[in-house]
């Protein structure tokens, strides 16, 4: 059988499902719905209008195009609105509220503060206010915040996809880098941004577990980062074993919550 899953988070998340990593995932799996570096706290607003030229990231290339779209359906909350209850999975981490945290504009809106991309775009210099909100400056307020926004979530799946099973993704930063030559080495930036960003991400998770009924991908410390990743070397570019234990892992989680007609009437009247 294969499953309509989405994904919302990190690469952490949406390599799982990417073909040139895990060749075979189109047996199980029809990635029906993604939204890649946005925050829950931005997903969870009203949209915010804009025009499509003025987020538009140029020269028009394959990557910038992403790189729009990422920015697009942040704005326009386009995950939010794909989901129903046709998605059997649906995964996400806690990543890019730590990396990029969400930027308070004008008319009292909120959005993911994407610096990566939203920086190189006349909206943002159109922006009158630009008043950032992270776990590195803003810590108390910013998960207060983000709390009452993931409640906010959890209530919308609870109403528009019940059955949907949610999986959370605890990947955290990584620091020992598996080189070209086979060899392991450990990256001191790495381990020291690890500290502070992967203590922030468990906070986060361990909310969200305490509070509700999801299924979790653990983080082994002993994961190694990829030098030669397809998208370069970086502290969640791991190495491919951890996505093909992954996806072996959310297989597992969508077999066991496949329970047939007859298999719910046993439980219910068990």
């Known amino acids: 059988m294969v499953y309509n899953i989405a994904v919302f988070g990190s690469c952490v998340s949406r390599d799982i499902f990417y073909s040139k990593i895990n060749h075979n995932y189109k047996e199980y ?3 029906v719905l993604s939204s890649q570096r946005g925050s829950i706290i931005s997903l969870m607003q009203h949209p915010v209008e804009f025009r499509i030229e003025d987020i538009a990231i140029l020269p028009e290339s394959q990557v910038n195009n992403s790189r729009t779209r990422f920015i697009k359906e942040d704005l326009n909350k386009h995950f939010l609105k794909g989901l129903n209850n046709n998605i059997d999975l649906l995964i996400f981490d806690n990543y890019f509220e730590d990396r990029f945290g969400v930027l308070e504009i004008d008319n009292n809106q909120i959005i993911t503060n994407n610096e990566w991309d939203l920086l190189e775009t006349e909206f943002y210099n159109n922006l009158k206010i630009k008043n950032p909100l992270n776990m590195r ?4 307020d910013y998960f ?3 709390r009452e926004n993931v409640d906010l979530f959890f209530d919308y799946l609870d109403t528009h996809c019940p059955d949907t099973k949610i999986v959370l993704n605890e990947a955290r930063v990584a620091y020992n880098v598996l080189k070209k030559d086979k060899t392991v080495e450990s990256n001191k930036y790495y381990k ?3 500290k502070i960003r992967n203590k922030n991400i468990k906070r986060l998770d361990k909310y969200i577990i305490k509070n509700y009924d ?3 991908l653990k983080f082994d410390n002993k994961t190694l980062v990829d030098e030669n990743h397809i998208w370069g070397i970086g502290p ?4 491919n074993k951890v996505y093909a234990d992954r996806l072996h892992e959310l297989i597992q989680i969508s077999e066991n919550n496949n329970l047939t007609f007859l298999d719910k009437l046993k439980n219910i009247f068990h």
């Open 144 to 146: 207060k915040l983000w």
């Open 236 to 239: 969640v570019h791991y190495e």
């Open 137 to 140: 400056t803003n810590k108390k």
């Open 192 to 194: 020291k941004e690890s």
């Open 214 to 216: 999801v299924n979790c």
């Open 29 to 31: 799996f029809n990635v």
